[in-house]
Each structure stands twice: as structure tokens, then as C-alpha cells.
């Protein structure tokens, strides 16, 4: 059932659709298999070089495959940056 508009609102406010009542019954949660890395995390040093490079190192890239030319997403949370390969 649509959204009547509000006073004074845009003409798009009137088509957005209610939202359905939530299930009383919550969905159990997915059961997932491990992939053998939910290890504990493990600590590298590594250093920015004057090109803005960081090597990531030996261990980790032949623990995850990574190869020259992999791209890879870069996210920054807090003090915190994750690579993602992509």
C-alpha cells in the first residue's frame, strides 16, 4: 500500500511502498563450512615507501595466492585500512 504524501513533500514521496511486518519467528541463522581461515589473526611490520608503496609480505602472499597485477580494493575505517582483492 503506498505512502499518502506529506504536506509540502516531493511528488516521489507518494509512490514508496510500506514496508511489510517482520515474521514473528526469526530465521535461523546460515550455517556456513569453514574455508580455513578463520585462524586467529596473524601480525606483520611492513613499511610505506616514498612512492606510497607497502609491501604485503612473503607469507601472506603465498598464503593467499596473491600474484604482480592483482587489484585490490583498499577500505579505511577508522585507523584501520583492509586490502580486498577484487
Given at each position: 500500500?503506498?505512502?499518502?504524501?506529506?504536506?509540502?513533500?516531493?511528488?516521489?514521496?507518494?509512490?514508496?511502498?510500506?514496508?511489510?511486518?517482520?515474521?514473528?519467528?526469526?530465521?535461523?541463522?546460515?550455517?556456513?563450512?569453514?574455508?580455513?581461515?578463520?585462524a586467529s589473526p596473524s601480525f606483520w611490520t611492513?613499511?610505506?615507501?616514498?612512492?606510497?608503496?607497502?609491501?604485503?609480505?612473503?607469507?601472506?602472499?603465498?598464503?593467499?595466492?596473491?600474484?604482480?597485477?592483482?587489484?585490490?580494493?583498499?577500505?579505511?575505517?577508522?585507523?584501520?585500512?583492509?586490502?580486498?582483492?577484487?
Amino acid at each position: 500500500m503506498p505512502v499518502p504524501a506529506a504536506p509540502g513533500g516531493n511528488s516521489h514521496s507518494a509512490n514508496i511502498p510500506s514496508v511489510p511486518p517482520l515474521s514473528k519467528k526469526p530465521a535461523a541463522p546460515e550455517k556456513t563450512e569453514p574455508t580455513g581461515r578463520e585462524a586467529s589473526p596473524s601480525f606483520w611490520t611492513t613499511h610505506l615507501s616514498t612512492k606510497g608503496q607497502v609491501v604485503i609480505p612473503e607469507q601472506i602472499r603465498k598464503d593467499f595466492g596473491f600474484q604482480p597485477g592483482d587489484q585490490f580494493v583498499v577500505v579505511a575505517l577508522n585507523d584501520l585500512v583492509f586490502l580486498k582483492r577484487v
